[in-house]
């Protein structure tokens, strides 16, 4: 569905821009590459910088008095995309815990340091915490360059060249391809931050153009993000401000903390009676098949959820259910008494990621708008996600967590 979206977040941004107590940060170009970024020496300040901007950080006060779970900070870094770093939240029996699977500020910043090569092309970002995923979430195969840093696809006939900045670690030589868009490490500019009823938002643009050579039309991002005690909402207006069509996808990978730290008895419920079939979880390429869940080891179907076990899961989810016209992925740690909600609202989400291998204590649930590879062959023309935008046209993603103790939802069922 195309949403023309582009003049509401302008005059949103705008508007935020006028209100006391805004806050701004300085603007700034996104690099070419940041494998070719000169390494710099961290000036000490008051306020950290990652990828050349303050990190910014919302916070309101606990008003439930530990009765009920509330969020209480939200951390995003504008030098790096306007990722989530970090979430904060006062939950019942368990005092102030991270929502967030993430390092320190101090180590990220080193993975994330001028030069790094853990962070080329800004791969840091999907490490860990909550980065967002524009034009593409997900893998994009295509026909690698001799020189092994790009690969070839297409999209209506029209050639795309994307930065080939993943591998599977065994063939690195063989199956090379792009990875989670292209805004990992750009800077986000007229960074604005406001007081509002029971929390604070943060706002920004990137003009990313066509970013960088990569993209088939000129492209403006509006981002939208607000703490409340009882959500996070994330949104993203994605405008063509060029000339020629261009296709469009959005996404986020947020890490959601199992806070008991036992993966085997955590829940997850997915909406989706469907999942794409892959070749293997090393490539994790899809085949074009598409899946039934029922009965299988892909089975969340059930309102409560299935327990994570030792499944490995690295899975696209689709033909998705709606509930009250948003897709509704829940993850639940029984030890903790405590559960978070993964909101989606946009109608151009078709499919859910989820990310968790058997020795972790984290689940990271993607609502986004397509299928991995989007453009490839194996889909034999299947509408993959991919929103067309027409010049002047917009769509925008929209995102909303929340928090809930299971306990407390059975006792008023």
Known sequence: MRMRMGMAAAALAGALALMAGC????????????AETESATPQAQSTPEIGGQPVVKLTRAATTNGTKPEFLSLTVLPGRGMEVFQITADVPGKGEIPVLWAPSLEELAQRMAPGSA???????????????????????????????KTITTEWHGKKIVLPAN????????????????????????????????????????????DFNGHWLSKTDLSFVITLTGGAVDAEIVAKNVGTEDEPMAIGWHPYFSIPSGERAQALLHVPGNQVAQVNNYQDVFPTGKLLPVKG????FLAPRGAPLDDTYLDDNWSNLHRTNGMVEVTLTDPASNYGVKVLGLSPDIRTVQVYSPPTAKFAAIEEQFNFADPFGKEWHGMNTGMVTLKPGQSVQWHVRVELFQPDSAQAKK
């Not at 406001?194 to 003009?207: A, M, N, Q, Y």
């Not at 299988?296 to 089975?299: A, I, S, Y």
């Open 118 to 148: 853990a962070d080329a092309y800004g791969n840091a970002s999907f490490s860990c915490c909550a980065p967002f995923l524009v034009p593409y979430p997900n893998r994009i195969l295509g026909k690698l360059s001799p020189d092994g």
């Open 296 to 299: 299988t080891k892909w089975d």
């Open 23 to 34: 806050r701004s940060s300085k603007t700034a170009t996104a690099p070419a590459n940041p």
């Open 166 to 209: 993943w591998h599977n670690s065994e063939h690195p030589d063989e199956d090379k391809h792009a990875m989670h868009g292209l805004i990992l490490n750009w800077p986000v500019e007229d960074v604005q931050t406001v007081k509002i009823p029971d929390g604070e938002t943060v706002t920004g643009v990137i003009h990313a153009g």
